[in-house]
């Protein structure tokens, strides 16, 4: 649809509406809504087989939705394919570099299919090996390169085409924690640039360092989403710990809170406040120590952890 003079642009990063997948009897997405802001990167995360792949595959035109309507980088899904193709990269879960070509020519064989002239071709492959910091290693076969290597040269090819929204299915799968943060680093960078990243992960430290907003699918459903600050705060265990340099201290703390729920912990002279970490949750129990003029020696907030979340909200 051409826009008229004056109408407002559709969004440029993500929106999908009771998208549906099924595969004979076996439901894999039930209907489920995104809206992924241009310039964030968002993350979907999922126990194994909840459908995170075939979320990527829908959005990036490999298989079709059985039902529902989505748009991608301002392009309407099912009606502007092509569009959505032009303007989208995708890293999936395994490298797809051709062993048999060096590094270099794995970045010219994509320039000669997104049809670039041999010039700009050459220009972006060099540009790309700069920054993936593989120029050394542009001479040699992809088979001859280290697993994380491969992944950012995999990344690198997905970049040739300048694309919008990148579709980043697990990336880091496999590699060390050495190339899993520099890989954190590139989409970081990404991201300030402008591009829009959706990403798969199995790691909840991945999605909660990178992601602007982070979604649960379970079940072909999602069953949470916001922040990663606003789903740790939805699932209990989250407390204040107040340690004492006195017990008389202690026991005044402890008169004043008067919470059932309240752990003491009498040889740390410590005391565990259940507390959802939040500003106003703390100045509360801050209050309270004022008011009785007792004086708490430290405090320390612990909040549940994605790990938790997943638990908690996946079957």
Known sequence: MTATTGSTAPP?????????????????LDGIDLRVSEGTTFALLGPNGAGKTTTVQILSTLIPADGGDARVAGHD????????????????????????LTAEENLFLMADLLRLDRAEGRRCAAELLARFD???????????????????????????GRPS????????????????????????????????????????????????????????????????????????????????????HMDAAAHRLALSTVIRDDEALSLQVPSDGSIPALRAV?????????????LTVHTPNLDDVFLALTR
């Open 12 to 28: 440029k990063g993500i929106t999908a509406r009771g998208l549906r997948k099924s595969y004979g009897e076996k439901v894999v």
């Open 134 to 160: 593989l120029t050394e290693a542009a001479k040699k076969p992809a088979s001859a390169l280290s697993g994380g290597m491969r992944r950012k040269l995999d990344l690198a090819m997905t970049l040739v």
């Open 77 to 100: 899904l099912a009606q502007e394919p092509d569009a959505v193709r032009g303007s989208i990269g995708v890293t999936g879960q395994f490298a797809a570099v051709d062993g048999l």
């Open 165 to 248: 929204v990148i579709f980043l299915d697990e990336p880091t799968t496999g590699l060390d924690p050495r190339s899993r943060r520099t890989m954190w680093e590139t989409i970081r960078d990404l991201v300030a640039g402008g591009t829009t990243i959706f990403l798969t992960t199995q790691y909840l430290e991945e999605a909660d360092q990178l992601a602007d907003r982070i979604a649960v699918l379970d079940g072909g459903k999602i069953v949470a989403e916001g922040t990663a600050d606003e789903l740790k705060r939805r699932v209990p265990g989250g407390h204040v710990t107040l340690r004492f340099n006195d017990v008389r």
């Open 286 to 298: 801050l209050d309270v120590l004022e008011g009785a003029g007792v004086h708490a020696e430290a």
